[in-house]
């Protein structure tokens, strides 16, 4: 399979892709996020798990700039992030996907990975045929193969399943050069088959390409991930390597239930 197009900088950079110093955020009296201090390195893979209201997509939406922090820091590749509009966050290589699908429901698959291509490529506006249009169509056909969808590229996009149309948007996240994704649970509402499916997806993306995943299924979370923070009440909880995280008792009696450790 043909590589993905990663920026140049993804490689040679030795800064950690993502840094939080401090970060929080408040609605009013409600404090959502507090102190999160949190590191991702440039190849790393990172689980943020928590109950529901623990402030992950607070979290996310801090990262990706769709909310201001109250306090704190945002590092992006050494870049300074904490106030940067979220459309030059993408231009930077940022990515992300969300929990409802956003999808071009009358395109073909094949179709709406391309405007995703071109929406983040230069001379984007330009329809003119040019080598860059090429280029988009080859990066579209590469990708479809990323996410396991090279059989359905002709299809439309609404006749999909529901795991294909989650396989979609995480092709839309790896258009153009992306740096790192924000995986916001991808395996919400599938069948197991199409769970087993999405780890053996994100397991084969680039490793060069770091990546960071809310998800509510421990099972595929664990089995993606390098590492795992914990949150509660808008905190940092507890942080280790999955095998760590799976036998610590505290957290099998807050968060995984009874049982879960034989998996």
Known sequence: MAALPLSADTHRSSAPALELRGVGRTFGALTALSGIDMMIGPQERRAV?????????????????DLVPTSGSIQFFGSDFTAMPVHRRMRLGMRRTYQISKLFWDL????????ACRGVSTGRFSMIKTHHLDDD????VQIAERVHLEGRAGDLVRT???????QLEIGFALAGKPR???????AAG??????????????GLPRELPFVIIEHDLDVALR?????????????????TPS????????????????????
């Open 49 to 65: 798990l928590g109950s529901n209201g623990a402030g992950k997509t607070t979290l996310f939406n801090t990262i990706t700039g």
């Open 108 to 115: 073909t698959v094949l179709d709406s990975l391309f405007l």
């Open 137 to 140: 169509r080859q990066q579209a």
């Open 160 to 166: 999909l399943s529901y795991g294909e149309q989650r």
């Open 180 to 186: 790192l994704i924000l995986l916001d649970e991808p």
């Open 190 to 203: 599938l069948s197991p088959s199409e769970r087993t499916n999405l780890v053996t997806l994100l397991q």
């Open 224 to 240: 993606v991930v390098d590492y795992v923070s914990l949150m509660h009440n808008g905190r940092i909880f507890k942080e280790g």
């Open 244 to 263: 760590e995280i799976e036998a610590d008792p505290e957290v099998q009696r807050l968060y995984l239930g009874d049982g879960h450790g034989g998996h």
